[in-house]
Nanobody
Framework: QVQLAESGGGLVQPGGSLRLSCAASGFTLSSFSSTLMSWYRKAPGKERELVAD??????????NYAHSVKGRFTISRDKAKNTVYLQMNSLKPEETAVYYC???????????WGQGIQVTVSA
């Protein structure tokens, strides 16, 4: 059974940085290589939004970012560790939210969500 575990959240001052990690278990090395990985966030009173995604190595292609985070956030994946990262720089208070990791196979229409992790940007 596929499970995702986020870590690295917490409290950071405006302009600061955090790196979120999403460790995926239940994947084989080959299946993780055929999985699109994404980060979403949900702020209070707002709908959940896609922050960034990174295609599977099998599919290839470029990572995709929400317009609001381009140039500040970077998504990456470590195949050997079955882990995806989200490096977040120059954080803003309005980016306070619960951040979720999501994984979906290239061969499936629905995927797996992590439990979410709180990121709070505040002075």
């Amino acid at each position: 059974q596929v499970q995702l575990a986020e870590s690295g959240g917490g409290l950071v001052q405006p302009g600061g940085s955090l790196r979120l990690s999403c460790a995926a278990s239940g994947f084989t090395l080959s299946s993780f290589s055929s999985t699109l990985m994404s980060w979403y966030r949900k702020a209070p009173g707002k709908e959940r939004e896609l922050v960034a995604d990174i295609p599977s190595p099998s599919a290839g292609g470029r990572s995709n970012y929400a317009h609001s985070v381009k140039g500040r956030f970077t998504i990456s994946r470590d195949k050997a560790k079955n882990t995806v990262y989200l490096q977040m720089n120059s954080l803003k208070p309005e980016e306070t939210a619960v951040y979720y990791c999501y994984a979906v196979s290239d061969y499936a229409s629905t995927g797996t969500w992590g439990q979410g992790i709180q990121v709070t940007v505040s002075a």
